[in-house]
């Protein structure tokens, strides 16, 4: 069995990244290559040729065909081989499996299981990240540690008190307690953290230009496997919030695609959203350099902890805490659907 759950929508890519060159990237395990068809589509394929299992991103795009580097079978974008050097007949099995892709809000996502459940209608909604209400800053990091590892780190967010210090974290962050909700019908994981009166850090002050004390809240969504967002409201301490629920100050998104690369690596792809400022490009540059950082923090400490878990026998214990319920939620809720 397969570690990953299949039937789902990852994010394979930035649509900026892939075009009329061949992109390799390995995705829950498979070799997948990326490329565009002339008409813009996106495409995925094995990326294994059927005869000796040569990466076909070695190989040469030609109009929408890949043409193997290495003895030159010929490939069309659906897998199927076209053409075989020194014969004329293509035998029938030759061809590689083509995977399904969605692209929108600037990702293409790719189904991985079973192609025939591939629905479109459930891919999760990032509009945010390509909505003129909204400014985007966005990267992606290649994470050599396991998907579980940030799946915890992203749904217990008190670890932004010490490993995020200076930037986005602030004492009050661990000390106030959440709530975390869990819908098992819709597979989903929400936890919420509304914080009154408190430090305005780094991250918030140079971008909405608010001051101590602040009212900030942490409203994160999971669906799982492989979408997260964080909707942040910052006020100044006292703004009302209206009928709606959650009115006056910045609001800001931060968007996790989850993609498990092998079982030790991932593919984090993020973006920050705002809906201030949207033309200052002083704030995007900034939001850009502080979740790099952020980023960053948690790559380096998730990349010593993947060495500590991988050198650990199987069934260590560890000690869950009131701060594991979103995790532990999330944990379950991903075993449930990888069986
Ligand atoms: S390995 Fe691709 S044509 Fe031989
Ligand atoms: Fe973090």
Not at 99 to 109: G, T
Request: net charge negative; glycine share 6%; charged share 25%.
């Amino acid at each position: 069995m397969s570690a990953f759950a299949q039937n789902y929508w990852y994010v394979a890519a930035w649509s900026k990244e892939v075009g009329r060159t061949l992109v390799s990237r390995t995705i829950c395990g498979e070799p997948i290559v990326l490329y565009r068809s002339r008409d813009g589509q996106p495409v995925a394929l094995a990326d294994r040729c059927v005869h000796r299992r040569y990466p076909l991103s070695l190989g040469r795009l030609t109009d929408d065909s890949i043409e193997c580097g290495y003895h030159g079978f010929v490939f069309d974008c659906s897998g199927t081989c076209t053409f075989v050097p020194g014969q004329d007949r293509v035998p029938r099995t030759a061809r590689v499996p083509r995977y399904q892709l969605v692209e929108r809000d600037k990702w293409i996502w790719i189904w991985i299981g079973d192609q025939s459940k591939a629905d479109p209608r459930l891919v999760p909604d990032a509009h945010w990240l390509d909505d003129p209400a909204w400014a985007s800053v966005e990267d992606m990091a290649h994470s050599p540690f396991r998907h579980s590892l940030l799946v915890d780190n992203l749904m217990d967010l008190s670890h932004e008190t010490y490993l995020h210090a200076g930037l986005i974290g602030t004492p009050e962050v661990a000390r106030t307690p959440f709530t975390t909700h869990v819908d098992d019908e819709r597979d989903q994981v929400t936890f919420s953290r509304h914080m009154e009166a408190v430090a305005c850090p780094p991250f918030y002050e140079k971008t909405t230009g608010y001051t101590t004390p602040i009212d900030r809240w942490q409203d994160v969504f999971f669906q799982p496997p492989a979408f997260w967002v964080n909707n942040v409201r910052v006020a100044p301490h006292g703004t009302p919030v209206g009928p709606r629920g959650d009115e006056g100050g910045a609001h800001v998104k931060i968007v996790h695609g989850l993609t498990p690369e092998t079982e030790n690596s991932t593919w984090d792809f993020w973006a920050v959203v705002r809906d201030f400022a949207l033309d200052d490009d002083s704030v995007s540059q900034a939001l850009l350099t502080m979740n790099r950082e952020v980023v960053q923090q948690d790559l380096d400490a998730l990349t010593v902890l993947e060495q500590v878990v991988a050198g650990e026998p199987a069934g260590t214990q560890e000690l869950s805490v009131a701060i594991d319920a979103g995790g532990l939620a999330a944990r379950e809720m991903i075993r449930r659907i990888s069986r």
